[in-house]
């Protein structure tokens, strides 16, 4: 599986930013309220971009903002994926993906986070 390709430009002298090798998305999943019986719940109705960055700084600008997860709704959960790529099984880039799930202890949970997410991003 080819990750996408993000359309970076090399850092110039007059671009303070520093690019990264992929842009990545992050994304947010709502906690839902349980469908009714008979009716299927529509995972993709829950699932919303945040925002989208491709330099350092502009993560930065995004991770200042968003609510870490011990303050996170329970049920509600955060996701980055690159570029182009929806957190969802149906995804063509996930033909033979697979998940990563962490439990810890909420106490634990934001720097946990922050570590997964800043080895991630930096590949």
Same mark, same amino acid.
């Given at each position: 599986?080819? #990750? $996408? %390709?993000?359309?970076?430009?090399?850092?110039? $002298?007059?671009?303070? %930013?520093?690019?990264?090798?992929?842009?990545?998305? /992050?994304?947010?999943? /709502?906690?839902?309220?349980?469908?009714e019986e008979g009716q299927?719940?529509?995972? =993709?109705?829950?699932? %919303?971009p945040v925002s989208t960055?491709?330099?350092?700084?502009?993560?930065?600008?995004? @991770?200042? @903002?968003?609510? *870490?997860?011990?303050? +996170?709704? #329970?049920?509600?959960?955060?996701?980055?994926?690159?570029?182009?790529? %929806?957190?969802?099984?149906?995804?063509?880039?996930?033909?033979?993906?697979? *998940?990563?799930?962490? *439990?810890?202890?909420?106490?634990?949970?934001? *720097?946990?986070?922050?570590? /997964?997410? +800043?080895?991630? +991003?930096? =590949?």
């Amino acid at each position: 599986m080819e #990750a $996408p %390709k993000a359309q970076l430009t090399k850092k110039s $002298p007059d671009d303070p %930013k520093t690019p990264l090798q992929h842009a990545h998305t /992050l994304w947010v999943t /709502l906690k839902k309220e349980k469908a009714e019986e008979g009716q299927e719940q529509d995972w =993709e109705s829950g699932i %919303k971009p945040v925002s989208t960055f491709a330099t350092i700084e502009d993560f930065w600008h995004v @991770y200042q @903002y968003i609510k *870490r997860p011990s303050q +996170l709704e #329970a049920g509600t959960t955060l996701q980055v994926f690159m570029e182009g790529v %929806k957190p969802m099984w149906e995804d063509p880039n996930f033909v033979e993906g697979g *998940r990563f799930t962490l *439990r810890v202890q909420k106490t634990h949970s934001n *720097r946990f986070w922050e570590d /997964l997410m +800043l080895g991630f +991003l930096g =590949e």
